[in-house]
Structures are given as structure tokens and as C-alpha cells.
């Protein structure tokens, strides 16, 4: 299985100032098509995950342009500019070019300072 | 956009079987390359896939719970279905069904459903 770690595992962060969240993969995600299958979720409190970004860097419909991804082979982060307040939640990263299994980082916690 | 929506008992007991249902809408099932597949999330813990489904019946499930899944699609209803069996109290979770294109696999989901194994 690929093993997805996601640091850091807690973030807080001060409104308006910039997070970053980096994941790592054992393998390297790059499938034959040349893309990296690797996806960003959301997931804020109480509610289902909501995907923010795919491909690792393609923004999904919607999801503000604060949020950007980047990276590639076995090194990805998402960045946000600048932290809102809807901001909090859980951020996922997953990678779907090994399967079977589909995989999951940890999951990183952001919190408003 | 579109939408999930799983269905099901929210109890179940210990040996049973767990099945759950999720109707698909605003889209259709069978459209080009998705694949429908379930997540669950145990209590305060975070996601693990279950395995998924294209509309072709072709599946993939993850192996740590191959020898109890059963994932299937009835494009007559948009629906697709899960089966875990002989469920123990480590199965309780919540369950979500997503769909997503072939490449990333995952783009939407559903609410959630949460089950309890419980006797």
C-alpha cells in the first residue's frame, strides 16, 4: 500500500496569515498518463469532506483561489494565502494512482490562533 | 452538480450483515468513466476506503476488507449498494458513498450515514 503522511498534524494559524500542509507519499504518484493522482479534501467540522483540488494542483469549482496545491512525484503541499475563519476543519490528502487501496493521509487539524 | 445520498439501518448487530444503499441525482450512474465508491471514517478517527464500482460492475475493494465487501451498481434505480458481513463493533463508522472520475476516483460525496454495531 502507498503510505500518505501528512505534517504537520495540527496547525494554528492567525485570520489573514498563510498555512501550508505538506503530504508525502512512499511511492511516487505519477501515473502512466503523466499525471499525479493526488487529491485535497476539506472537511469541516460536522460536515462530509469536500474535495478543494485533484491532479494536485487543479482547483475544483468553487474553492477560493487562496487554496493552492503544488508538487510532485513523492512531495505535495497545499497552501492557503491567507486563513479565514471557514478556513477550520481537517485537511485530507489522497492519492489515487496505486490502487488497490486508495489511500489517505492522516489528516492535518487547522485552528484559528 | 451531482448529488449522493446513502440510506440504510443505522444499527446493526455483531455478525450481521451491514448493507447500505446510495441513490445518485442531478447525474446519471452510468455517464462516462466515474466510479462510485464508499469511505467510512471511524468515530473521531480519520478516512478509509472501502472500494468502489464502475457502472460497468467492474470493482476494486481494499484488501484489509476484501473477504467481507461487496459493492454493486443498479443503473435501472441510479443507485449503487454496499454488503459488509459478519460486522463487529471495529466496523462502526461513519459511511459515505462518493463518485468521482476514473482518474481521481473521488469528487463527491454524500452526507454520511453513521452505523452502529451493536447487539
Known amino acids: ?113 | 452538480q451531482v448529488q449522493l445520498q446513502e440510506s440504510g439501518p443505522g444499527l446493526v448487530k455483531p455478525s450481521q450483515t451491514l448493507s447500505l444503499t446510495c441513490t445518485v441525482s442531478s447525474g446519471s450512474i452510468s455517464s462516462g468513466d466515474y466510479c462510485w465508491s464508499w469511505i467510512r471514517q471511524h468515530p473521531g478517527m480519520g478516512l478509509e476506503w472501502i472500494g468502489f464500482s464502475y457502472h460497468s460492475g467492474s470493482t476494486s475493494y481494499n484488501p484489509s476488507l476484501k473477504s467481507r465487501v461487496t459493492i454493486s451498481v443498479d443503473t435501472s434505480k441510479n443507485q449503487f449498494s454496499l454488503k459488509l458481513n459478519s460486522v463487529t463493533a471495529a466496523d462502526t463508522a461513519i459511511y459515505y458513498c462518493t463518485g468521482g472520475s476514473s482518474g481521481s476516483k473521488v469528487e463527491y460525496w454524500g452526507r454520511g450515514t453513521q452505523v452502529t454495531v451493536s447487539s
Open chain 1, 1 to 113: 500500500d502507498v503510505v500518505m503522511t501528512q505534517s504537520p498534524l495540527s496547525l494554528s494559524v492567525t485570520l489573514g496569515q498563510p498555512a501550508s500542509i505538506s503530504c508525502r507519499s512512499s511511492q511516487s504518484l505519477v501515473f502512466s498518463d503523466g499525471n499525479s493522482y493526488l487529491n485535497w479534501f476539506q472537511q469541516r467540522p460536522g460536515q462530509s469532506p469536500r474535495r478543494l483540488l485533484y491532479k494536485a494542483s487543479t482547483r475544483d469549482s468553487g474553492v477560493p483561489d487562496r487554496f493552492s496545491g503544488s508538487g510532485s512525484g513523492t512531495d505535495f503541499t497545499l497552501k492557503i494565502s491567507g486563513v479565514e475563519a471557514e478556513d477550520v476543519g481537517v485537511y485530507y490528502c489522497m492519492q489515487a494512482t496505486h490502487w488497490p487501496p486508495v489511500t489517505f493521509g492522516q489528516g492535518t487539524r487547522l485552528e484559528i490562533k
